[in-house]
Protein backbone atom coordinates (compact mmCIF):
# COMPACT_ATOMS: atom_id res chain seq x y z
CA UNK A 1 0.00 0.00 0.00
CA UNK A 2 2.92 2.31 0.54
CA UNK A 3 4.63 1.71 -2.41
CA UNK A 4 1.10 2.66 -4.03
CA UNK A 5 1.06 5.91 -2.51
CA UNK A 6 4.35 6.79 -2.62
CA UNK A 7 4.65 6.61 -6.59
CA UNK A 8 1.42 8.12 -7.29
CA UNK A 9 2.83 8.93 -10.82
CA UNK A 10 3.79 5.43 -11.57
CA UNK A 11 0.52 4.24 -10.88
CA UNK A 12 -1.30 6.80 -12.73
CA UNK A 13 0.87 6.37 -15.82
CA UNK A 14 0.20 2.17 -15.75
CA UNK A 15 -3.70 2.83 -15.24
CA UNK A 16 -3.70 5.21 -18.42
CA UNK A 17 -1.15 2.46 -20.11
CA UNK A 18 -3.21 -0.24 -19.79
CA UNK A 19 -6.61 2.19 -20.91
CA UNK A 20 -4.87 3.31 -24.03
CA UNK A 21 -3.82 -0.69 -24.77
CA UNK A 22 -7.92 -1.53 -23.97
CA UNK A 23 -8.83 0.97 -26.68
CA UNK A 24 -6.11 0.61 -29.24
CA UNK A 25 -7.42 -2.93 -29.13
CA UNK A 26 -10.56 -2.70 -28.81
CA UNK A 27 -10.73 -0.51 -32.04
CA UNK A 28 -8.94 -2.96 -34.12
CA UNK A 29 -11.30 -5.63 -32.72
CA UNK A 30 -12.70 -8.03 -35.87
CA UNK A 31 -16.11 -7.27 -35.30
CA UNK A 32 -18.82 -9.41 -37.50
CA UNK A 33 -22.76 -9.23 -36.78
CA UNK A 34 -23.28 -13.26 -37.45
CA UNK A 35 -19.62 -15.00 -37.31
CA UNK A 36 -19.26 -17.06 -39.67
CA UNK A 37 -19.76 -20.53 -38.03
CA UNK A 38 -22.30 -23.55 -39.16
CA UNK A 39 -24.20 -25.50 -36.45
CA UNK A 40 -23.64 -29.06 -36.36
CA UNK A 41 -27.14 -29.44 -37.88
CA UNK A 42 -28.85 -30.72 -41.42
CA UNK A 43 -32.28 -30.11 -42.70
CA UNK A 44 -34.64 -32.49 -44.80
CA UNK A 45 -37.01 -30.42 -46.80
CA UNK A 46 -40.82 -32.49 -47.94
CA UNK A 47 -42.86 -29.97 -50.36
CA UNK A 48 -45.53 -30.81 -52.09
CA UNK A 49 -47.93 -28.78 -54.47
CA UNK A 50 -51.14 -30.30 -52.96
CA UNK A 51 -52.57 -29.95 -49.77
CA UNK A 52 -52.74 -33.31 -47.97
CA UNK A 53 -53.26 -34.75 -44.74
CA UNK A 54 -50.33 -34.18 -42.19
CA UNK A 55 -50.77 -38.17 -41.09
CA UNK A 56 -50.17 -38.96 -45.41
CA UNK A 57 -47.47 -36.81 -45.46
CA UNK A 58 -45.65 -38.23 -42.00
CA UNK A 59 -46.58 -42.08 -42.75
CA UNK A 60 -45.72 -41.68 -46.41
CA UNK A 61 -42.84 -39.30 -46.34
CA UNK A 62 -41.54 -38.81 -43.04
CA UNK A 63 -41.50 -42.20 -41.65
CA UNK A 64 -39.40 -43.14 -44.53
CA UNK A 65 -36.95 -40.65 -44.78
CA UNK A 66 -36.37 -40.47 -40.80
CA UNK A 67 -36.08 -44.15 -41.28
CA UNK A 68 -33.16 -44.54 -43.82
CA UNK A 69 -31.59 -41.17 -41.95
CA UNK A 70 -31.43 -43.28 -38.28
CA UNK A 71 -29.31 -45.61 -40.50
CA UNK A 72 -25.97 -42.60 -40.98
CA UNK A 73 -23.49 -42.51 -38.10
CA UNK A 74 -22.52 -39.77 -35.59
CA UNK A 75 -26.45 -38.67 -35.21
CA UNK A 76 -27.06 -37.94 -31.68
CA UNK A 77 -31.20 -36.32 -32.33
CA UNK A 78 -34.31 -36.51 -35.12
CA UNK A 79 -36.89 -34.39 -34.94
CA UNK A 80 -39.63 -33.93 -37.71
CA UNK A 81 -42.66 -31.70 -38.26
CA UNK A 82 -45.68 -32.88 -40.95
CA UNK A 83 -48.05 -30.22 -42.19
CA UNK A 84 -50.67 -29.91 -45.24
CA UNK A 85 -47.87 -28.90 -48.19
CA UNK A 86 -44.38 -29.23 -46.58
CA UNK A 87 -42.88 -31.45 -43.68
CA UNK A 88 -39.48 -30.95 -41.99
CA UNK A 89 -36.72 -33.06 -40.69
CA UNK A 90 -33.81 -31.96 -38.71
CA UNK A 91 -30.86 -33.99 -38.05
CA UNK A 92 -28.42 -33.14 -35.09
CA UNK A 93 -24.80 -34.88 -35.26
CA UNK A 94 -22.71 -35.24 -32.74
CA UNK A 95 -19.74 -32.57 -31.77
CA UNK A 96 -17.01 -32.72 -34.18
CA UNK A 97 -18.78 -34.08 -36.93
CA UNK A 98 -17.17 -33.48 -40.39
CA UNK A 99 -20.74 -31.73 -41.90
CA UNK A 100 -18.91 -31.79 -45.31
CA UNK A 101 -18.53 -35.47 -45.37
CA UNK A 102 -21.86 -36.07 -43.29
CA UNK A 103 -24.28 -34.17 -45.84
CA UNK A 104 -22.88 -36.02 -48.77
CA UNK A 105 -23.74 -39.09 -47.24
CA UNK A 106 -27.56 -37.29 -46.32
CA UNK A 107 -27.60 -36.71 -49.98
CA UNK A 108 -26.56 -39.91 -51.12
CA UNK A 109 -29.12 -41.84 -48.66
CA UNK A 110 -31.72 -39.45 -49.46
CA UNK A 111 -31.42 -39.72 -53.16
CA UNK A 112 -31.70 -43.69 -52.57
CA UNK A 113 -35.59 -43.41 -50.58
CA UNK A 114 -36.41 -40.48 -53.16
CA UNK A 115 -37.56 -42.92 -55.63
CA UNK A 116 -39.96 -45.12 -53.41
CA UNK A 117 -41.85 -42.13 -52.17
CA UNK A 118 -45.00 -41.03 -53.92
CA UNK A 119 -44.55 -38.50 -57.24
CA UNK A 120 -46.18 -35.35 -55.60
CA UNK A 121 -43.37 -35.10 -52.97
CA UNK A 122 -40.28 -33.19 -53.15
CA UNK A 123 -37.57 -33.33 -51.27
CA UNK A 124 -34.58 -31.18 -50.17
CA UNK A 125 -31.62 -31.47 -48.64
CA UNK A 126 -29.58 -28.70 -46.77
CA UNK A 127 -27.62 -27.06 -44.81
CA UNK A 128 -27.36 -23.81 -42.17
CA UNK A 129 -24.82 -21.01 -41.22
CA UNK A 130 -24.74 -17.89 -39.59
CA UNK A 131 -24.30 -16.49 -42.87
CA UNK A 132 -28.01 -17.29 -44.05
CA UNK A 133 -28.80 -15.17 -41.36
CA UNK A 134 -28.35 -12.16 -43.24
CA UNK A 135 -31.19 -12.56 -45.04
CA UNK A 136 -33.56 -12.13 -41.59
CA UNK A 137 -36.88 -13.33 -41.57
CA UNK A 138 -39.83 -11.39 -39.98
CA UNK A 139 -42.62 -12.63 -37.56
CA UNK A 140 -46.21 -10.41 -37.56
CA UNK A 141 -48.47 -12.38 -34.80
CA UNK A 142 -52.52 -11.50 -35.56
CA UNK A 143 -55.01 -11.34 -32.56
CA UNK A 144 -58.58 -10.85 -32.44
CA UNK A 145 -61.27 -12.15 -31.01
CA UNK A 146 -63.51 -15.04 -32.58
CA UNK A 147 -61.15 -17.82 -32.36
CA UNK A 148 -58.46 -18.69 -34.42
CA UNK A 149 -60.00 -19.48 -37.75
CA UNK A 150 -61.87 -16.38 -37.48
CA UNK A 151 -58.40 -14.09 -36.65
CA UNK A 152 -56.63 -16.67 -40.32
CA UNK A 153 -59.79 -15.58 -42.79
CA UNK A 154 -59.13 -11.90 -42.03
CA UNK A 155 -55.35 -11.99 -42.07
CA UNK A 156 -56.06 -14.27 -45.22
CA UNK A 157 -58.38 -11.79 -47.05
CA UNK A 158 -57.02 -8.27 -45.63
CA UNK A 159 -53.51 -8.37 -44.23
CA UNK A 160 -51.24 -10.74 -46.25
CA UNK A 161 -51.61 -9.20 -49.48
CA UNK A 162 -50.55 -5.57 -48.00
CA UNK A 163 -47.45 -7.22 -46.67
CA UNK A 164 -46.45 -8.89 -50.12
CA UNK A 165 -47.00 -5.49 -51.85
CA UNK A 166 -44.47 -3.92 -49.56
CA UNK A 167 -41.14 -2.96 -51.26
CA UNK A 168 -37.63 -5.82 -50.70
CA UNK A 169 -40.69 -8.39 -49.57
CA UNK A 170 -40.08 -11.62 -51.25
CA UNK A 171 -42.84 -13.83 -49.77
CA UNK A 172 -45.24 -13.76 -46.46
CA UNK A 173 -46.99 -16.66 -45.42
CA UNK A 174 -49.63 -17.02 -42.77
CA UNK A 175 -49.42 -20.24 -40.76
CA UNK A 176 -51.84 -21.33 -37.28
CA UNK A 177 -56.01 -21.31 -37.97
CA UNK A 178 -57.72 -23.66 -40.25
CA UNK A 179 -57.30 -22.92 -43.75
CA UNK A 180 -59.86 -23.91 -45.97
CA UNK A 181 -59.46 -26.28 -48.52
CA UNK A 182 -61.02 -28.57 -51.11
CA UNK A 183 -61.47 -32.40 -51.73
CA UNK A 184 -61.59 -33.59 -54.69
CA UNK A 185 -62.38 -37.45 -55.27
CA UNK A 186 -61.86 -39.23 -58.66
CA UNK A 187 -64.42 -42.40 -59.85
CA UNK A 188 -62.14 -44.68 -61.05
CA UNK A 189 -64.36 -46.50 -63.63
CA UNK A 190 -65.13 -43.00 -65.29
CA UNK A 191 -61.62 -42.07 -65.02
CA UNK A 192 -61.16 -45.26 -66.55
CA UNK A 193 -63.59 -44.44 -69.35
CA UNK A 194 -62.36 -41.15 -70.44
CA UNK A 195 -58.80 -42.39 -70.11
CA UNK A 196 -57.75 -39.97 -67.29
CA UNK A 197 -55.28 -40.30 -64.42
CA UNK A 198 -54.92 -38.38 -61.29
CA UNK A 199 -51.57 -36.95 -62.57
CA UNK A 200 -54.28 -35.45 -65.37
CA UNK A 201 -56.33 -33.61 -63.30
CA UNK A 202 -53.66 -32.30 -61.11
CA UNK A 203 -51.51 -30.59 -63.79
CA UNK A 204 -54.99 -28.93 -65.07
CA UNK A 205 -55.67 -27.40 -61.84
CA UNK A 206 -52.20 -26.43 -61.36
CA UNK A 207 -52.05 -24.70 -65.24
CA UNK A 208 -55.28 -22.60 -64.19
CA UNK A 209 -53.78 -21.61 -60.57
CA UNK A 210 -50.64 -19.37 -61.28
CA UNK A 211 -49.06 -17.96 -58.38
CA UNK A 212 -48.35 -14.44 -57.97
CA UNK A 213 -46.21 -12.32 -60.15
CA UNK A 214 -45.08 -9.32 -59.81
CA UNK A 215 -46.07 -7.35 -62.95
CA UNK A 216 -44.09 -3.79 -62.12
CA UNK A 217 -45.02 -0.06 -60.25
CA UNK A 218 -48.07 2.50 -60.50
CA UNK A 219 -47.70 5.90 -59.00
CA UNK A 220 -51.24 6.96 -57.87
CA UNK A 221 -51.35 10.73 -55.60
CA UNK A 222 -47.80 10.28 -54.93
CA UNK A 223 -48.09 7.09 -53.28
CA UNK A 224 -45.95 4.25 -55.00
CA UNK A 225 -47.99 0.63 -55.55
CA UNK A 226 -46.67 -2.48 -56.50
CA UNK A 227 -48.60 -4.61 -59.40
CA UNK A 228 -48.95 -8.61 -58.97
CA UNK A 229 -51.11 -10.35 -60.73
CA UNK A 230 -52.77 -13.59 -59.62
CA UNK A 231 -54.65 -16.79 -61.17
CA UNK A 232 -56.18 -18.20 -58.73
CA UNK A 233 -59.62 -20.07 -58.07
CA UNK A 234 -62.16 -17.98 -56.33
CA UNK A 235 -65.03 -20.10 -56.97
CA UNK A 236 -65.61 -23.91 -56.36
CA UNK A 237 -67.36 -23.58 -59.48
CA UNK A 238 -64.04 -22.43 -61.58
CA UNK A 239 -62.80 -25.59 -60.04
CA UNK A 240 -65.75 -27.34 -61.84
CA UNK A 241 -65.40 -25.63 -65.41
CA UNK A 242 -62.02 -26.78 -65.49
CA UNK A 243 -60.94 -29.02 -68.95
CA UNK A 244 -59.05 -32.00 -67.77
CA UNK A 245 -58.60 -33.69 -70.88
Known sequence: MNFIIKRKVLIAMLFVGLTMLGFISYKQLAVELYPNATFPMLFVQVGTPLEVD????????????EGAIGTLEGIEKIESTAGQQSG????SYQKNTDLKFAYLKLVEKIDEVKSTLPEEF??????F???????????VQVRGSGGVDRVRQITDKEIINKIKNIEGIANAEVFGGREKSIEI???QDVCDSYGITPADV???LN?????RTFA??????????????????????????????
Open 185 to 187: LLH
Open 88 to 91: SIQI
Open 129 to 139: DLEQLNNMFMT
Open 122 to 127: QVQTFK
Open 54 to 65: PKYMENQAIIPL
Open 216 to 245: GKVTQNNQLHFVNVISEFDDIQDINDVIVK
Open 207 to 211: NNSKS
Open 202 to 204: RLA
